[in-house]
Structure formats: C-alpha cells, structure tokens
C-alpha cells in the first residue's frame, strides 16, 4: 500500500534509478515504466508512439465514461491512435513558432481594457485565453476583448453555468 502521497512518492522512485536511462518499478501491483534519458523518450513519444499505446492515466471504466473520450490521455485503442496522429501537425515546430505572434495582438488589446483603474481580473484573463484560443486553435479572431459583447462569451458561460451546477449537486465539497 502506497503511504506517500503521489508526487513524493514518484520523485523518490525517479531518484533511486539514478543515472539509469530507465526502469521498471510496481505501482500497487502492476509494473510501470520510467524512463528518464530524455532521447529514449522522444522515441517513445514521437517515432514509436503507434507501439506504446494505452498509457492508462485512468482506469478503463472511467475512461470509456462520456465525460472523458475526448482527451488523449484517457483514450485507449485505436481511438488513441486515431487522435495521436490527428493533433500530431498542430504540435509540429513551424506551428509552435507562429503561436508567439498569435498571442500578442489580445495581450496588447488585454493592456488596452487595463486603465489605471480597477479591472475586473478573472473576465480580462478569461477573454484573453478565449481570443488565443480562437486565434491558435481555429485561426479566427472572436476579438472578444475589443467588444463588451460576444455570443461565444454568453455561451461558454451558459456551458460552464450547467456544469458548476452540476458539480454542486454532485460533490458539494468541490463546488
């Protein structure tokens, strides 16, 4: 039985393979993998990622939930690889490079709404992630932050509305 919380415990077993490349090691009772050389996982991760599938960050039940089947790290299978190669070309390196010059123009636009006086803080940082979302993900620009008004704002706030409800009914200590 694991006595040490998760993240202390994963930095005592990453020190004791020391200088090795990688090692084996048993969580509960299913073996794991760690690998530290950092060309070894590069190869796991990038040339080799169609063999090294199911990496269960979930349990299967609770992967297979509707709730999480959009996201990589919960996907098993070929819905795994299947999504693996469709984000692989957003994350290629002319891709990365042009994000820096996408999130400029609303961190300028965010300094414009910042007078000397009170900002509301969380609705400027929200705007922003949504305008570089918008500008990254589906190359449009919502200019949410140039306008007081914006149909992707009701929306999203209408979406995150239900699911604080939702949250509150079901786990009130996380609400």
Not at 1 to 9: D, S, V
Not at 17 to 36: E, H, N, Q, T, V
Not at 75 to 90: C, N
Not at 94 to 115: L, R, V, Y
Request: glycine share 6%; with cysteine; aromatic share 14%.
């Amino acid at each position: 039985m694991q006595t040490k919380p998760m993240i202390p415990f994963h930095s005592y077993v990453y020190d004791q393979f020391r200088d090795r490349k990688f090692g084996i090691y048993y969580y509960c009772a299913s073996p794991m993998l760690l690998i530290k050389d950092p060309d070894l996982i590069r190869q796991v991760l990038v040339k080799d990622f169609d063999h090294f599938q199911d990496f269960g960050f979930l349990p299967k039940e609770l992967a297979q939930m509707p709730i999480n089947e959009l996201g990589l790290s919960n996907s098993v299978g070929e819905q795994w690889r299947s999504l693996r190669t469709s984000i692989t070309p957003a994350f290629s390196l002319k891709n990365i490079k042009n994000i820096g010059t996408k999130i400029i123009a609303p961190a300028f636009d965010a300094m414009d709404k910042c007078p000397d006086g009170e900002v509301d803080i969380d609705k400027l940082t929200g705007h922003y992630a949504i305008d570089c979302i918008g500008r990254i993900a589906f190359s449009r620009d919502f200019q949410i932050l140039k306008s007081n008004w914006n149909e992707i704002v009701t929306k999203g706030n209408k979406f995150f509305s239900v699911w604080r409800c939702f949250l509150a009914m079901s786990m009130p200590k996380f609400a």
